[in-house]
């Protein structure tokens, strides 16, 4: 790839996350190597165990889950703000080195809106990453500079959910 592109799915849908996932998918199974990075996620999920087991196909997410973010302590923010930073500043070596060819940014526009890590170094990593790496952002409302740099956007549009209905997230469908 010479030009790498950047993809933005986001809105307030189920099935940002599946996007990036089958993407990540085809690209490993094209020969490209994947970072998939997942920023406060880190409850184990269905789709973590199977992308860890694919060639070519790296998972980079904190040690452990700091819950939804209106629920963090000033010490969980300090913290998962700290492994943030840590895989953003991985990311960019990676990128650097040449060795990732596509990375996957998961729930970006989360942390990003909730501040949860260097935001020059975040945007920098966004809006200057080398010209042949291919990136996704994943999230809700993404920040409008985001989406004036989008090659592809895509909006995902919730019409209804069983959560409406008392349904609680499943094992295997929604995490």
Do not use: N, W
């Amino acid at each position: 790839m010479k030009q790498g592109l950047l993809h933005l799915y986001c809105g307030d849908g189920k099935g940002k996350t599946t996007a990036a996932v089958g993407l990540a998918v085809r690209a490993a199974g094209a020969g490209l190597h994947v970072l998939f990075v997942q920023f406060l996620k880190g409850r184990d999920s269905g789709e973590v165990g199977m992308l860890r087991q694919l060639p070519g196909i790296e998972v980079l997410r904190c040690d452990r889950d700091y819950g939804f973010t209106f629920s963090m302590t000033p010490e969980d923010r300090a913290a998962i703000t700290r492994c943030h930073d840590g895989m953003l500043r991985l990311v960019h070596e990676r990128m650097a080195s040449g060795e990732t060819e596509l990375v996957v940014l998961d729930e970006f526009c989360a942390a990003y809106r909730a501040m949860l890590f260097d935001i020059p170094l975040a945007e920098d990593l966004v809006l200057h990453r080398p010209a042949g790496v291919e990136m996704v952002l994943t999230g809700r409302d993404p920040a409008e500079k985001f989406r004036r740099a989008a090659d592809y956007l895509s909006e995902i549009r919730a019409l209804a959910h069983p959560y409406e209905r008392g349904i609680p997230a499943r094992r295997g469908i929604e995490y």
